[in-house]
């Protein structure tokens, strides 16, 4: 314990002669843990960011590319049958949904095959509808994900043909 009270001694002795200040040093590992480890995370973190933002914006510039090679004045539209189901409403009042789809494409190839394959598009789109809510289609976020869900659905129903678009021309809740 004299060794421990010596090296006080000393190290009062040392902060009286400095005024009282004591100088520390940081050891070379709370320098490497405080100082560099950050500074290359942050390099790393701002290069993956700025990779990620290339890559999308290459994407992008690529889907609008697709877009400009097919002309809008080449749709074709395909009118399914009126579909009329009953909402899921857990018992309560029944409520019905009516609606009338177009489907868009580009090609009189895709048009034949839907033609063949109309009875599995349909039965998709009842299998799917039945189980909404009316909440679930209220407002425009919900008519925007009804149209994506349909989109998705059809394009499953006719692989490796493609729709690019559900258009609604009519669609009623009572």
């Known amino acids: 314990m004299t060794d421990v009270s010596a090296t006080d001694e ?18 070379g590992k709370k320098v490497f843990l405080f100082l560099i480890l950050p500074a290359v995370l942050a390099i790393g973190v701002a290069g993956i960011f700025g990779l ?20 809008p004045s080449e749709a074709f539209y395909y009118d399914l049958p009126d579909l009329l189901v009953n909402l899921n409403t857990q018992g309560k009042q029944p409520r019905y949904l009516k609606l009338l789809v177009s489907l868009e494409v580009h090609d009189e190839e895709t048009l034949l095959k839907m033609e063949k394959l109309l009875p599995r598009i349909i039965d998709r789109f009842q299998v799917y509808l039945r189980e909404l809510r009316a909440e679930d289609i209220s407002g425009s976020a919900g008519v925007y994900r009804l149209k994506e869900e ?6 499953k129903a006719i692989e490796p043909a493609k729709v690019s678009d559900v258009l609604f021309r009519e669609m009623l809740v009572q």
């Not at 000393?10 to 050891?27: Q, Y």
């Not at 890559?55 to 510039?61: H, L």
């Not at 349909?150 to 394009?155: D, E, F, M, Q, T």
Request: charged content about 40%; cysteine-free; hydrophobic content about 25%.
């Open 150 to 155: 349909l989109l998705g659905r059809v394009n």
């Open 10 to 27: 000393a190290v009062e002795e040392e902060d009286a002669e400095s005024g009282g200040r004591r100088k520390r040093r940081f050891s």
């Open 52 to 71: 990620s933002m290339f890559t999308e914006e290459k994407s992008g510039e690529q889907a609008v590319q697709e877009e400009a090679h097919t002309n």
